[in-house]
Nanobody, 124 residues
């Protein structure tokens, strides 16, 4: 069992930066791939980024590549998403999720554990 809690969301102007953090409970966190997803009002949940359990594989959606960076600290049971050059279209609730294994899955249905989400709002 893994419990996830996101933090770091907020209101930022276009071009600004935010760092989201996903804190996990459980001694086996290092055995999980962690993904970040987002959902805007009226839209489906979409993949943003994922990092495998060892940090050896990173995956990004094309819409955030070059602007977002995912990294993890297994000693602290955290996965962070550094977001830069934010755009109004990045506005959404951001969720972190975890699944056992070492594949950077992009499909939300694959993930077994989810946080409650954190709101990111980018003003133009």
């Amino acid at each position: 069992q893994v419990q996830l809690v996101e933090s770091g969301g907020g209101l930022v102007q276009a071009g600004g930066s935010l760092r989201l953090s996903c804190a996990a409970s459980g001694r086996t966190f290092s055995t999980y791939t962690v993904g970040w997803f987002r959902q805007a009002p009226g839209k489906e949940r979409e993949f943003v980024s994922a990092i495998t359990r060892s940090g050896g594989v990173l995956a990004y959606a094309d819409s955030v590549k070059g602007r977002f960076t995912i990294f993890r600290d297994n000693a602290k049971n955290t996965v962070n998403l550094q977001m830069s050059s934010l755009k109004p279209e990045d506005t959404a609730v951001y969720y972190c999720a975890a699944v056992a294994g070492d594949i950077a899955w992009r499909q939300p249905r694959i993930y077994d554990y989810w946080g409650q989400g954190t709101q990111v709002t980018v003003s133009s």
